[in-house]
Structures are given as C-alpha cells and as structure tokens.
C-alpha cells in the first residue's frame, strides 16, 4: 500500500515538472519580477500614448488635406502616417526586449542611399509635394501660371499636380518644379485689376480723353463702381513714337474677367469715336519719286 502511494507521488510529482518544464512555469517566476513588471506597465502606457499622439496627427493632417486635395492623396497621406506610426512601434518593442538595432539601422541606412540615388528626382518631388501641400497657395479649381503654362488645377498629388489649359490640354507640372518657379495664382483673390492701354493721337485734347475714358465703366456693368478702393482711374501712361498711351485702370470680380474685358474695349473704341478721337497706330507713308528722264 505504501508502496503505491509512494509512486502515486512521484508521478505526479514528475508529471507536475514536465507541465513546468513545458510551458516554462520556472522561467516566467523568474521573468515576472517587480522590475519587469514595472517595465511591461511603462511599455503599455508609452504605446498607448504614441497611439494617441498618432491619431491626433492623423486627423489634424487628413481633415485639413481635404478641402484642398482629392480623396485618394489624402488616403495616401494617411497610409504613409500609418506605417511611421507601426514602424516607430515596432522599434520600440524590439528595444524592450534587448534587441540591438543598430545592425538593422546600418541596413536601413545603406538600402536608403541606394534608393535615394536611384530615385532622387521622385523624392524631391515628394518632398517638393509637402510643402505645395502645406503651404496651400493653391487648391482644386484655381486658375495658375506656371513657367509660361496657365490652367485650371485638376489634381494636387503627393508627386505632381494637373492642371486643365484653356483649349482643354491636361498637362503634368512635378511638385519641384512648382517649388522652385514663380507660381501666379489668378483665383487667390475674389477681386483683380485690370489695365487697359490705349494709343491716341498727339493732337488730341487729352483733359476730354480722361474724362471719357472715366465715363466708360459706367458703361460696363462688370466693373466695380461702388466701392471707393477699387474706384476706377485713368491717365496718361507714356508718350510713345505711334501716340501718346493713356491707361484706364477698373477692378471686377475675377469670375467676369473675359466679360469684363469685352465690355471695357467694346465701349472704350465706341465712346472715342462718338468723340471724334482716332486711336494712334503704326503708319507708313511712301512716296514715289518718279524717275527723270
């Protein structure tokens, strides 16, 4: 009896080391320390707190990328905040525990090089990208200029924009080169002035010529007339070989440019030969001389 009671107790005693042996119930005492728990808390709380860092980051860019871009740029963007976050997690935990990335770092930073030189162009236009981004000097639906090329913003990419030319012509600008040329946006402003120059004979009465040329935008119901900042004006510009230049200056609002524009030279040319004022142009006189016999 003693007997099986004795080997009762030693199987279960070595069925109770192999469990322990199994499922390392030794080791994990061990590892569960004060110390260690101490760590994994910390570890949590950090993670957490990149976590709320991340979101924060995310929603901040994304909500205000989305007036301003289309819907697969902004989802690009936060895919690439996505994988910095997972990247940077990822980093800390194999730091917690105790593995060395200095070897990964090294290969980080030799694969980059490489990339780097085989793809400068694309990432100076990535970076370019950012800060058309941020920077926000334009948005879908302007109306740009950009090295001699004008056209309605089509798309605002990460790597180029689109734009849209008057005789309906998509053509591709890189975000560097936008970056390093001087970009004139039309649409930045609800109100633009314009100049218009006008060539008149030097023996015309110039006094009845301003006087004309101020009567003109009441003609004109494009033209700004009832504020006094945009107030228009005309004067003589310059004393040119074909005539003297009088310049009569309006403002409108941007959305009227070619109606504007039409209506002011319409009525300009009308007004000035109802005055009996000629507009100057270039004349070549040619005499014949005949031939003496």
Known sequence: MEENL??????????????????????????????????????????????????????????????????????????????????????????????????????????????GFAAQTSISNLISGIFVVTDRAMKIGDFIEVEDVSGTVDRIGIISIKIRTMDNQEVRIPNSTIINSKLINYSGHKHRRYVFSFN????????????????????????????????????CALLSETGVTMNLIVWGERVNFLKLKGEVCLNTINSLKAAGISIAFNRTNVNIIPQEE
């Open 200 to 235: 008149v004979d030097y023996f015309a009465d110039l006094d009845k010529v301003i006087e004309i040329l101020l009567e003109v935008p009441k003609l004109c119901p494009s033209v700004i007339l009832d504020e006094e900042d945009y107030a228009p004006k005309a004067f």
């Open 6 to 115: 004795t080997d009762s107790s030693n199987l279960a005693f070595d069925t109770a080391s192999h469990l322990k042996s199994i499922f390392y119930i030794d080791e994990l005492k061990n590892y569960f320390t004060a110390e260690n728990l101490t760590r994994i808390i910390t570890s949590l709380i950090s993670i957490l707190f990149f976590w709320l860092i991340y979101r924060a980051i995310r929603h901040f860019v994304t909500s205000s990328l989305k007036k301003s871009l289309q819907k697969k740029t902004v989802l690009l963007i936060e895919r690439g905040i996505s994988y910095c976050f997972y990247a940077i997690i990822s980093m800390f935990i194999l730091g917690l525990f105790g593995i060395k990335l200095n070897t990964i770092w090294g290969a980080a930073g030799i694969a980059g090089i490489a990339i």
